[in-house]
T-cell receptor, first 115, second 113 residues
Framework: AQKITQTQPGMFVQEKEAVTLDCTYD???????LFWYKQPSSGEMIFLIY??????QNATEGRYSLNFQKARKSANLVISASQLGDSAMYFC????????????FGTGTRLTIIP | DTGVSQDPRHKITKRGQNVTFRCDPI?????LYWYRQTLGQGPEFLTY????????KSRLLSDRFSAERPKGSFSTLEIQRTEQGDSAMYLC???????????FGQGTRLTVV
């Protein structure tokens, strides 16, 4: 079974500052992927970034980077230079690469950017 | 690129009625997923199709729930004899292959009164 834990229910960050959203995971699978999604108030889940379990380098996508520490089973999302439009719910998720194709999500972190 | 489309966006129904939701995935995506999201929670997996074949169903998907993807393109999710506990956001997603990101639609918000 897979489990995602996001321990920060809510965060407030000043505009233009960097923010780290925590995510730890538990799985017995050897090959898996880790995902971060953003969900604004409109409800749509927007894909942000992906990290494969065998990727040696941390993933980056524009202002988003994933701090992947495999031994600690953590996959924190770092948003640099935060913007007002970053205010949303953020979900960490994982999927095994073979057999089980479902995404397992955490409970999310509500990020609010303060002007 | 039209993205994943879901219809309707909102549905209010009386307890005991049947409802049907539709999802149109991104055209070249052969994988289609249904998730349910209740208030304050992350999405929970319901079921998954590869082309027209339904390959996995969650225990959350009781006998009152049925999903189809008859021609490997759009999919429908039907809930029979709705209950108040069925009130949730129902999200559809599609992907091109395993290990890649799933693209989500805007969801159908169901309210059972």
């Amino acid at each position: 079974a897979q489990k995602i834990t996001q321990t920060q229910p809510g965060m407030f960050v000043q505009e233009k500052e960097a923010v780290t959203l925590d995510c730890t995971y538990d799985t017995s699978d050897q090959s898996y992927g880790l995902f971060w999604y953003k969900q604004p108030s409109s409800g749509e889940m927007i894909f942000l970034i992906y990290q494969g379990s065998y990727d040696e380098q941390n993933a980056t996508e524009g202002r988003y980077s994933l701090n992947f520490q495999k031994a600690r089973k953590s996959a924190n999302l770092v948003i640099s230079a935060s913007q007002l439009g970053d205010s949303a719910m953020y979900f960490c998720a994982m999927m095994a690469n073979f057999g089980n194709e479902k995404l397992t999500f955490g409970t999310g972190t509500r990020l609010t950017i303060i002007p | 690129d039209t993205g994943v489309s879901q219809d309707p966006r909102h549905k209010i129904t009386k307890r005991g009625q049947n409802v049907t939701f539709r999802c149109d995935p991104i055209s070249e995506h052969n994988r289609l997923y249904w998730y349910r999201q209740t208030l304050g929670q992350g999405p929970e997996f319901l079921t998954y199709f590869q082309n027209e074949a339904q390959l996995e169903k969650s225990r959350l998907l009781s006998d009152r729930f049925s999903a189809e993807r008859p021609k490997g393109s759009f999919s429908t999710l039907e809930i029979q004899r709705t209950e108040q506990g069925d009130s949730a956001m129902y999200l559809c997603a599609s992907s091109v292959r395993t290990g890649t990101e799933a693209f989500f639609g805007q969801g159908t918000r169901l309210t059972v009164v």
